[in-house]
């Protein structure tokens, strides 16, 4: 079947290099995951509107496992949370693959508002298209995972230097 137009609920066509590592994973553990890379690929397999999955064992036995949801430019950053509908499906999916003896939590994203406060010279360009501009780039700083899929996970940690530095850096900035 071929698709030539984009749908919301057709997905593109599976490559061959997709197929071969979706199928190794698989068979690897056998919808049966057992360690924390093995549940973060479990999930995101079977729920494709999720672009994140981290699991944290806190015990042998414990596993929580945080979840962001995929959006778009326009949406919200708050949106990436799951809803408690989506939180019991996942759990529910999870738990019936998985070892009796595992407690699943799934949590959602904690945030924290961030006040920077300073004194800033706009080189080459107007003081209010320079303060979108840099919230902006400071938002794709701070959450490189709200708008690419494609990031390496999700920083924990932020020093006041890395945020005085990327802000020093920026071409339109004195």
């Given at each position: 079947?071929?698709?030539?137009?984009?749908?919301?609920?057709?997905?593109?066509?599976?490559?061959?290099?997709?197929?071969?590592?979706?199928?190794?994973?698989?068979?690897?553990?056998?919808?049966?995951?057992?360690?924390?890379?093995?549940?973060?690929?479990?999930?995101?397999?079977?729920?494709?509107?999720?672009?994140?999955?981290?699991?944290?064992?806190?015990?042998?036995?414990?596993?929580?496992?945080?979840?962001?949801?995929?959006?778009?430019?326009?949406?919200?950053?708050?949106?990436?949370?799951?809803?408690?509908?989506?939180?019991?499906?996942?759990?529910?999916?999870?738990?019936?693959?998985?070892?009796?003896?595992?407690k699943i939590d799934i949590e959602n994203p904690i945030f924290e508002d961030l006040w920077i406060k300073g004194k800033i010279i706009f080189s080459n360009i107007s003081n209010g298209t320079g303060i979108k501009k840099l919230n902006n780039d400071l938002l794709n700083f701070i959450c490189p995972w709200k708008n690419n899929l494609d990031f390496n996970g999700i920083n924990n940690t932020l020093k006041k230097i890395d945020i005085i530095n990327f802000i020093k850096e920026r071409n339109y900035v004195s």
């Open positions: 079947v071929n698709q030539p137009f984009d749908s919301i609920k057709a997905e593109p066509i599976e490559s061959d290099m997709d197929f071969y590592l979706r199928t190794s994973e698989l068979l690897r553990h056998k919808k049966r995951p057992i360690n924390n890379w093995d549940y973060e690929k479990f999930i995101m397999n079977k729920f494709k509107w999720i672009s994140y999955v981290k699991c944290y064992s806190e015990k042998s036995n414990v596993i929580k496992i945080l979840c962001i949801k995929k959006i778009e430019m326009f949406q919200n950053i708050e949106e990436v949370k799951l809803s408690a509908a989506e939180i019991l499906e996942i759990k529910d999916y999870v738990i019936k693959h998985s070892s009796p003896f595992v």
